[in-house]
């Protein structure tokens, strides 16, 4: 190895098993403060940019200690069918680099058997799913506890894309309806949505965009979307006229999961007439630490991510980035669901960035009609928004 290379590699000693400390570091390498061995032979020095997690000393040696928080690398994982969340994961991934961690992003799904998985393969450190969703499944197969909560995200519209000859939801009974690829949250949300409406579709694993294909060659019935509001995917749809989107009940059976959304021709001028309004749902997500149990490594681990993401978080509140950072109150807490030990305890030593004015904001939405928001809300609340972002409206 060429000396100009020393400070990107591993150095290993000639000598067979002199400490690191009793030898003078080449310029820019770091000694380890454990044995390490490669090929039999006791490694020295590492560079500066590489992390001291190397091959372990052997069974009669002592035990290496655990990659520091800073070389350690995080994995973010969002649902690929689900562009709100797969764009916020991005977001995040980029927050955490930029508060000095290493971290990737992972595409994957996000319904409760794919975070199972994830726990049990050690396959991922964090992920974006919906929430209510996910409860009941998470509390039967016992893992709750172990993926605390970090953060409440915004929440995510659902729309049903249907053609105009399926007249509402109910109309869905015994029909095929696309909700996504198999165990990801979009066929989650649907599946708990669809049965506190005592509604029985045929699921049909198959993506957004290859459901919005095949509704339109009459091949199933309607598509079921999570999180498509400022994608292309369903605003592109229907412009040769034919379909529709289907308005999502609100009961009482739904009201602690979901909230009320009014989408018009504005929002869907394809699949809204002009003078026409939709109501329909939305549903939560969250931000997870995965097999993070309260007390444990991969808590403790985890708990580097706090700082760089709420004392930061005002870089994801910048243009350019997904709306639905600005609909996160970072104190919100989720009923029954534990928080990461480490979020617990910033939260408590700092309060929430915006936490005071953002309550008052939500306040204010509480007070609407059931039925929606008239004239006058829509400008009150407006100005609040505005007055919530520093602007004058």
């Known amino acids: 190895m060429a000396a100009a290379g ?27 403060d454990h044995p390490v ?3 039999g032979k006791r490694v020295l020095w590492h560079g500066a ?103 409440r995200l915004g929440r995510e519209t659902i729309e049903i894309v249907a053609s105009k000859s399926i007249a509402d939801i109910a109309a869905l009974e015994g029909r095929k309806v696309a909700v996504g690829p198999a165990t990801g949250s979009g066929e989650a949300v649907a599946a708990h949505l669809f049965h506190a409406l005592g509604i029985n579709p045929k699921f049909v694993a198959e993506s957004v965009a290859q459901g919005l294909l095949e509704l339109n060659q009459g091949k199933i019935d309607a598509v079921f979307a999570v999180g498509e509001t400022h994608s292309h995917s369903v605003g592109e749809f229907g412009k040769s006229g034919g379909f529709h989107l289907l308005a999502a009940p609100t009961t009482p059976a739904l009201a602690a999961a979901y909230a009320p959304v009014r989408l018009t021709h504005a929002d869907r001028p394809n699949l809204i007439g002009a003078d026409e309004k939709v109501d329909t749902l939305s549903a939560g997500m969250a931000l997870f630490a995965l097999d993070a149990a309260p007390g444990g490594e991969r808590a403790q681990r985890d708990g580097a991510v706090i700082a760089p993401l709420f004392e930061k978080y005002a870089a994801l509140l910048q243009a350019g980035t997904d709306p639905n950072w600005r609909e996160v109150n970072l104190a919100a807490a989720a009923p029954g669901w534990p928080r990461l030990e480490a979020a ?4 408590e030593a700092h309060g929430a960035p915006g936490g005071d004015k953002l309550a008052t904001f939500r306040d204010n939405l509480r007070t609407l009609p059931p039925t929606g928001p008239a004239e006058g809300d829509i400008d009150r609340l407006y100005r609040g928004l505005m007055a919530l972002q520093g602007d004058t409206p």
Not at 6 to 13: E, I
Not at 344 to 347: E, G, I, Q, T
Request: charged content about 20%.
């Open 49 to 151: 940019d590489e992390a001291a997690d190397a091959t372990p000393a052997t069974s009669d040696k002592p035990a290496a200690k655990a990659a520091p928080a800073s070389h350690a690398l995080f994995t973010v994982v969002a649902d690929g069918d689900d562009s709100c969340a797969a764009r916020m994961v991005e977001e995040l991934s980029a927050a955490l680099r930029a508060g000095g961690l290493r971290s990737k992003v992972a595409v994957g799904r996000t319904g409760p058997a794919s975070l199972s998985k994830y726990m049990a393969g050690d396959d991922a450190d964090l992920a974006i799913a919906p929430i209510d969703a996910i409860a009941e499944a998470a509390g039967a197969a016992g893992w709750r506890d172990k993926a605390p909560l970090i953060a």
């Open 344 to 347: 617990k305890a910033w939260l």
């Open 37 to 39: 061995y490669k090929n």
């Open 6 to 32: 020393l400070s990107l590699g591993l150095f290993v000693a000639v000598s067979g098993g002199a400490p690191a400390t009793a030898q003078t570091a080449p310029p820019g390498m770091i000694p380890y």
